[in-house]
């Protein structure tokens, strides 16, 4: 595991960014794993501007989104869906078709969570997967106690996660309960992982991240297992290193 302290926000999303300009030169119709949350924002920011300024071309590649609410309709701004077509795959050159989410509307989700799996392993697995860090120390909706083997499936939200999430929603009780999410071991097989985090609410979980022992209560410790983890952190998340 890398650890890069950078000064701020922007830092951070410029050098993801970087990763994910590196990876396109290499391989073009790369499969990008995405996350959602404010930690990505200046990474989907710098794209878009090297897509417009410098013409940054992701027209062959792929991507899947990491997870998606439970029964919130598609155009709610606050859907996963929503916010990669509005952060993500309307400001650069990819192939909106070629942009997954799970579906948190599916008749079936067991089906569904199933399909999404295939989807990714059909596509030829994940060469780079964006991370954010929950104050928890989630990874996607990966909540405490999540089985470090997991695929993708329904989750239940902590108290924690639903507060935390519940600045994107017009109040807390809009907030659903449950979500469809990748799982620990989906993650775990991508090619490359970059975690994004900043702040001082993320310190403790940082500390548990890279530090700490590896343990389904701090989900994201698992990444010491992983053989290519970028964590890309400013000093104040870092500051419990
Ligand atoms: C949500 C998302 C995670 C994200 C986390 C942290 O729970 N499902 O993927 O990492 O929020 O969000 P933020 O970056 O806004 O702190």
Same mark, same amino acid.
């Given at each position: 595991m890398e650890v890069v302290v950078v000064k701020d926000a922007r830092e951070a999303g410029r050098l993801a960014a970087s990763a994910v300009t590196a990876l396109l030169a290499r391989t073009p119709d790369a499969v990008l794993g995405l996350a959602t949350g404010s930690s990505p924002l200046p990474l989907y920011d710098e794209l878009a501007r090297r897509s417009t300024e *410098?013409? /940054?071309? /992701? &027209?062959r590649a792929t991507a899947f989104a990491l997870d998606e609410y439970v !029964?919130? @309709? @598609?155009?709610?701004? =606050?859907s996963y869906r929503s916010v990669i077509r509005r952060e993500f795959s309307e400001r650069v050159?990819?192939?909106? =078709?070629r942009v997954h989410t799970p579906d948190? /509307?599916?008749?079936d989700l067991v089906a569904s969570c199933a399909a999404y799996e295939d989807a990714i392993r059909d596509a030829g697995g994940i060469d780079l997967q964006i991370l954010g860090l929950g104050a928890?120390?989630?990874? !996607? +909706?990966? *909540?405490?106690?999540? &089985? /470090?083997?997991? @695929?993708t499936r329904i989750k239940t939200l902590t108290e924690q996660t639903r507060r935390d999430n519940a @600045? #994107? +929603? %017009? %109040?807390? &009780? *809009?907030?659903?309960?449950h979500v469809v999410t990748q799982g620990v071991g989906t993650i775990m097989d991508a090619r490359h992982v970059v975690l994004l985090a900043g702040g001082a609410a993320k310190a403790q979980a940082v500390h548990g991240l890279v530090e !700490?022992?590896?343990?389904a209560m701090c989900v !994201? %410790?698992?990444?010491? #297992?992983?053989p290519h983890t970028t964590v890309i952190v400013d000093e104040a998340a870092a500051s419990a290193l």
């Amino acid at each position: 595991m890398e650890v890069v302290v950078v000064k701020d926000a922007r830092e951070a999303g410029r050098l993801a960014a970087s990763a994910v300009t590196a990876l396109l030169a290499r391989t073009p119709d790369a499969v990008l794993g995405l996350a959602t949350g404010s930690s990505p924002l200046p990474l989907y920011d710098e794209l878009a501007r090297r897509s417009t300024e *410098e013409g /940054l071309d /992701l &027209s062959r590649a792929t991507a899947f989104a990491l997870d998606e609410y439970v !029964g919130l @309709r @598609r155009d709610h701004p =606050a859907s996963y869906r929503s916010v990669i077509r509005r952060e993500f795959s309307e400001r650069v050159t990819i192939d909106p =078709a070629r942009v997954h989410t799970p579906d948190g /509307l599916a008749g079936d989700l067991v089906a569904s969570c199933a399909a999404y799996e295939d989807a990714i392993r059909d596509a030829g697995g994940i060469d780079l997967q964006i991370l954010g860090l929950g104050a928890d120390g989630h990874i !996607g +909706f990966n *909540e405490p106690g999540s &089985s /470090l083997a997991s @695929r993708t499936r329904i989750k239940t939200l902590t108290e924690q996660t639903r507060r935390d999430n519940a @600045r #994107f +929603f %017009s %109040s807390l &009780s *809009e907030v659903p309960h449950h979500v469809v999410t990748q799982g620990v071991g989906t993650i775990m097989d991508a090619r490359h992982v970059v975690l994004l985090a900043g702040g001082a609410a993320k310190a403790q979980a940082v500390h548990g991240l890279v530090e !700490g022992p590896v343990t389904a209560m701090c989900v !994201g %410790s698992v990444l010491q #297992f992983h053989p290519h983890t970028t964590v890309i952190v400013d000093e104040a998340a870092a500051s419990a290193l």
